[in-house]
């Protein structure tokens, strides 16, 4: 999945207008635009159409940790410069208060099943020796288990707001 993916779903399903995405980012401490919002959100076949890179996507995630948990206390964390799938949703779960139990439920919202260790496999460090790369299919699956939840209504269709869920 590309970080523009993430961040057109993200904003489809909790129905961010554009001053939310901004006033997020701003929560991170940097400051954008709406035409880079705009632009970042277009279809990759867009002229207009830019690319939303690990650093803004890191900082987008912050933003909306800090915006639905509070700024934590004293200097704020630095976006992450490469960022992945296990980063991702990392970043997700906490921004969301997520428990385990409450991850497997959206996943199984969005017809897949998998343990509680497979689980924890992907919130592991990297050099851990039960650490799991996240794939595109469970991070789709996961975002889609999140619309399903916050959207219900919105989210029967699998085409919804242009989306092409592809497995």
């Known amino acids: 999945m590309t970080n523009n993916d993430v961040l057109r779903r993200l904003r489809y399903t909790f129905d961010y207008?554009?001053?939310t995405m901004i006033g997020i980012f701003a929560a991170a401490d940097s400051i954008v635009t709406r035409e880079q919002i705009s632009n970042w959100l277009k279809k990759e076949e867009d002229p207009d159409y830019k690319n939303c890179n690990d650093v803004q996507m890191a900082t987008f995630l912050n933003g909306l940790i800090n915006t639905n948990r509070g700024?934590?206390?004293g200097e704020?964390?630095?976006?992450?410069k490469k960022i992945n799938n296990n980063i991702i949703f990392r970043k997700l779960k906490i921004a969301l208060n997520l428990r385990d139990d409450n991850i497997l439920e959206m996943l199984l919202l969005a017809d897949l099943r998998i343990s509680k260790h497979e689980l924890s496999a992907f919130f592991r460090r990297a050099d851990h020796k039960h650490f799991r790369p996240c794939k595109d299919q469970i991070l789709r699956n996961f975002i889609r288990g999140i619309q399903l939840k916050y959207r219900p209504d919105d989210a029967q269709s699998d085409t919804d707001n242009g989306f092409q869920w592809k497995e």
């Open 71 to 73: 700024k934590k206390e």
């Open 17 to 19: 207008n554009d001053k």
């Open 76 to 80: 704020q964390p630095k976006p992450e």
